[in-house]
């Protein structure tokens, strides 16, 4: 169940091994569904790995996640890109859903940077925002599902660790200064930066109504199934993390509309209400795919600026 460091360290040699010296990173970047294209902003010469090469790393199974590593340069400085994440829901335990970090973490990687795609749950948000993640709600953690379970590694960290910064404050303010020093993304009228509470649950169907309104309530501003077990494990690490949510539709809040009222209406020849339910839009993963697909580049636009003010 848990996973020996001799595995980690196991995984990173052989990474080691596929990598020039000087071609080992300082800054790994995690794509989300839809946003491996951030690895073609890659320049120079890349080396690209698939998982099952790799010791101890599972197969990424979700449409919208290659399943490899790319080592590079972005923005000047080394990059590695992991295309296509692990997430519980898949079957995988949350160690390996995030034994990816540890390993970036053996390699000498400071700086993760994290990217999901994720329910809008704030209503002044709006489909192909981006939200910089300042806090998260970690459910399945609170209930028991949290990476650090079990004998501590002591040679990644602390038994108890901190995570109130989490999400490094000095990154968000670069991450915020590069979206707002870039003429393109900064003069978007139809879609916004945003910051705000990310919250995890574990998937794979999305949430229910009243699902989401608790999320709302409790201070949620988007949800998404992935990122906070990777960000905790960074930052037991010791790593700076930074975490961009795609707001890739609009999480129904609404409450369930009453049968009874509606059986009520049929029966006096009142159709309105029953189009009216007819017309909302629930998620799917077709509709998360083509928002990431037509926001990626803005997405890799804004993460390789921020790179090049690292």
Request: hydrophobic residues 40%; contains cysteine.
């Amino acid at each position: 169940m848990f996973i020996k460091y001799d595995t980690y360290e196991e995984a990173a040699s052989f990474l080691r091994s596929q990598v020039a010296a000087g071609d080992i990173p300082k800054i790994a970047i995690i794509c989300g569904s839809g946003l491996g294209g951030l690895a073609s902003g890659l320049t120079g010469e890349t080396t690209t790995i698939p998982y099952d090469r790799i010791p101890g790393f599972v197969a990424s199974t979700v449409p919208g996640h290659s399943g490899e590593l790319v080592f590079g340069t972005l923005s000047g400085k080394k990059v590695v890109v992991m295309k296509g994440r692990f997430h519980c829901y898949e079957g995988y335990s949350v160690y390996d859903a995030t034994f990816p970090v540890r390993v970036f973490g053996l390699l000498g990687v400071k700086t993760i940077i994290v990217t999901n795609a994720a329910g809008g749950l704030n209503q002044e948000y709006s489909v192909g925002d981006i939200m910089l993640i300042n806090d998260h709600l970690s459910i399945p953690g609170i209930a028991g599902t949290n990476a650090l379970i079990g004998p501590n590694i002591e040679q990644f960290g602390t038994r108890f660790p901190a995570v109130s910064d989490v999400y490094t404050p000095r990154l968000r303010i670069l991450a915020a200064e590069a979206y707002l020093r870039n003429p393109k993304l900064a003069s978007n009228t139809k879609n916004n930066l945003r910051e705000g509470v990310y919250g995890w649950v574990i998937g794979p169907s999305f949430e229910t109504r009243v699902e989401c309104r608790a999320l709302l309530t409790l201070g949620c501003d988007a949800v998404g199934m992935s990122t906070v077990p990777e960000a905790v494990i960074a930052k037991h690490l010791g790593m700076e993390v930074l975490a961009f949510s795609l707001i890739t539709n609009e999480a129904v809040i609404s409450k369930e509309p009453s049968s009874i009222e509606l059986a009520k209406a049929r029966i006096n020849g009142d159709s309105a209400s029953e189009t009216s339910k007819s017309n909302e839009v629930f998620a799917n993963h077709a509709e998360v795919m083509e928002v990431a697909n037509e926001r990626a580049n803005d997405l890799m636009t804004l993460v390789g600026d921020f790179v090049g003010m690292l």
